[in-house]
């Protein structure tokens, strides 16, 4: 492992060591790359955590094993992205009323996410500090999050996936074996993912678009009734 690297594991497992002492906190686990270095983290720090994946019900197949296999509780939402399409019709980049209900809701008074300021320019002016108060619907309604690898750039994750032999989700790999970190997980067809993005995606998973449809058709079948 490089020095730069070996250093900045030790920051980052120090740092957990520190703002999680004498607490239990979620670890917030999307099935992603960064999930799994965060996870590694929190263990070599030896904190009291719970890794916990909430379920969109519209992430990329195998997901949800992968989640089993590195012991992750799953946590069922409230309502699923269909309901949240036939309740407030297509979410839009202005207008993520699913995430709401998909994903940014509190479990616990205290957090760790695997935050990078190198992912995008609106990451790095949005998060400046490793640890921050998020709020959900009001000030009582808050969480203190912690990023521990805030710093650290797509290098160091595949260095450190590499270094430690960390297995991730399927997605990221060829069939040869050859891991690829510029990969991103998310919902499928989400409506921040470029156009160009969500039209492979429709290509690739045809299901998800008839499920967009029909939940298209449902919002104005709902929307009809409500005015009569």
Request: proline content about 5%; some cysteine.
């Amino acid at each position: 492992m490089n020095e730069q690297l070996q250093r900045k594991v030790e920051q980052s497992v120090k740092f957990l060591q520190s703002a999680c002492r004498g607490k239990q906190v979620e670890l917030c686990y999307s099935g992603g790359k960064d999930s799994d270095v965060i996870l590694e983290l929190a263990k070599m720090a030896g904190i009291d955590f719970v890794p916990i994946y909430k379920d969109t019900t519209i992430d990329p197949p195998g997901t949800k094993a992968h989640c089993r296999e590195k012991g992750v509780e799953i946590r069922k939402p409230p309502v699923t992205f269909m309901q949240c399409i036939e309740r407030s019709g297509f979410p839009s980049r202005f207008r993520r009323h699913c995430c709401d209900h998909l994903k940014e809701y509190k479990i616990m008074d205290h957090a760790i996410q695997g935050i990078r300021r190198s992912e995008s320019t609106a990451r790095a002016a949005r998060y400046t500090e490793p640890t921050m108060c998020r709020f959900y619907g009001s000030k009582k309604n808050h969480v203190e999050v912690f990023m521990p690898i805030l710093e650290w750039s797509a290098d160091d994750v595949a260095d450190f996936i590499t270094e430690y032999n960390v297995k991730c989700h399927p997605l990221y790999y060829d069939d040869d074996g050859t891991f690829h970190v510029e990969r991103r997980l998310g919902c499928l067809c989400c409506p921040l993912a470029s156009r160009k993005k969500r039209i492979e995606e429709f290509k690739k998973y045809p299901n998800m678009l008839k499920y967009y449809i029909l939940g298209g058709v449902n919002s104005l079948r709902n929307t009809r009734i409500a005015r009569f």
